[in-house]
């Protein structure tokens, strides 16, 4: 073999041993990478547990807080069912008072018109109460039959033309709270 053969030869030879290099090198470099990779992907998937373990935490939380405020509302409610007529029970025990004095009184009093005067106080001071809770009489005299006010017990013949239809009678008084009828007036209608 000649000189130049030999020289081709060895130059191919050191081709290969570097191109063997840097294939080795690449490897080395990807392997590296991949590594790198590894350790930053472990990394991202220990943040997001975290993460998530954070969120469950705060899932956990608000949910125990709904729950706590939606039994303290219920309690709250039936408290308020429970108790909610306390106050106008509380305002009505004067005139329960006034009551029992009327009731003490009217077998030894000897004069009958301050026995019916102090029941008439009472009675005004019973309506005087239910107005300012809103309750209001439904008024019914000579007025056109209504029969979302009004209950027509009987019909009785209008003693003129002008009453017909209308209430000639009251039997029972009707109410209205706030405008909400609380009970039907019961009344004679004119036919």
């Known amino acids: 073999m000649n000189e130049e053969t030999k020289q ?11 191109t063997n290099m840097t294939n080795e090198q690449a490897e080395a470099a990807n392997s590296e990478e991949m590594t790198a990779e ?3 992907s472990t990394a991202t998937e220990e943040s997001l547990e975290q993460q998530l373990a954070k ?21 709250e409610k039936s408290d308020l069912i429970r108790n909610g007529g306390e106050k106008v029970l509380r ?12 009731l003490a009184n009217m077998d030894t009093a000897e004069d009958m018109e301050a026995v ?6 009472i009675y005004s001071k019973f309506t005087d109460y239910l107005s300012r809770q809103g309750i209001k009489p439904i008024e019914t ?5 209504d029969e979302e006010l009004h209950e027509a017990i009987a019909t009785f013949p209008a003693p003129s033309e002008e009453l017909k239809g209308k ?3 009251c039997v029972k008084k009707g109410y209205t709270l706030n405008d909400k009828v609380l009970r039907h007036s019961s009344v004679v209608v004119g036919q």
């Not at 005299?141 to 039959?145: D, I, T």
């Open 116 to 121: 019916k005067e102090g029941i008439r106080l």
């Open 141 to 145: 005299a000579g007025v056109s039959f």
């Open 91 to 102: 305002e009505l025990l004067p005139v329960v008072d006034d009551l029992d004095i009327a």
């Open 8 to 18: 081709t030869e060895l130059d191919g030879l050191q081709d290969q041993l570097d």
């Open 167 to 169: 209430v000639i009678d």
């Open 55 to 75: 969120l469950n935490d705060t899932h956990l939380r608000l949910m125990a807080e709904y729950d706590n405020y939606r039994k303290r509302t219920l309690k």
């Open 38 to 40: 590894a350790d930053n």
